[in-house]
């Protein structure tokens, strides 16, 4: 069965600080993963898939299929970078699972 | 394109009434889905849509809640009878490509 897991709720970090937000899938086809951002009180928007193995905001995330894992990193915090970020997993027939989110709050 | 359009942005409404909401698609997609997101449970997909046609209705909670796509232009989520458990946002998103999804702002729903 697909399961997306992000483990912390809450996550909080001083500006200029590395950040990472765990995400660990399980997946029984090959994973297509994503993030999605949601700054406060705005729509979901796509931050950055997998396969596209780019850089946005300073963010990337490397599938690491080993660990079943796709972390989310960025070296140093911004305090836009507070949001609510949602890690996903394509999981056929057109349906996307999510996470339960993390909450990242960069302390100035 | 003004991207996923969704209707009412915020709703408060009594415990026991009928509730509707609306979502426009992005104009050419042929998937749209229904998602409500809690404090709780994060984003919980409900149901969602290719080519008009139900595909996944899984994850509605209960036969109080129903969804239609009369027309590719057009969908609604409706809760009857309303109760204050289902208090959340509710995002509509369509897609074409298969996991690129485009979300609308979000109905924000309390139920008294």
């Known amino acids: 069965a697909q399961r997306v897991t992000q483990p912390e709720k809450l996550l909080s970090v001083f500006k200029g600080a590395p950040v990472e937000l765990k995400c660990n899938y399980s997946y029984s086809g090959s994973p297509e993963l994503f993030w999605y951002v949601q700054y406060s009180r705005q729509r979901l928007q796509l931050l950055l898939r997998?396969?596209s193995r780019e850089s946005i905001k300073g963010f990337t995330a490397d599938l690491n299929k080993g660990e079943t894992s796709f972390h989310l990193k960025k070296p140093f915090a911004q305090e836009e970078d507070s949001a609510m970020y949602y890690c996903a997993l394509n999981g056929g027939a057109n349906n996307l699972f999510f996470g339960t989110g993390t909450r990242l709050t960069v302390i100035p | 394109d003004a991207g996923v359009i969704q209707s009412p942005r915020h709703e408060v409404t009594e415990m026991g009434q009928e509730v509707t909401l609306r979502c426009k698609p992005i104009?050419?997609?042929?998937?749209l889905f229904w998602y409500r997101q809690t404090m709780m449970r994060g984003l919980e997909l409900l149901i969602y849509f290719n080519n008009n046609v139900p595909i996944d209705d899984s994850g509605m909670p209960e036969d109080r809640f129903s969804a239609k796509m009369p027309n590719a232009s057009f969908s609604t989520l409706k809760i009857q009878p309303s109760e204050p458990r289902d208090s959340a946002v509710y995002f509509c998103a369509s897609s074409l490509n298969p996991g690129q999804k485009y979300f609308g702002e979000g109905s924000w729903l309390t139920v008294v």
């Open positions: 104009s050419g997609h042929n998937s």
């Open positions: 997998h396969i």
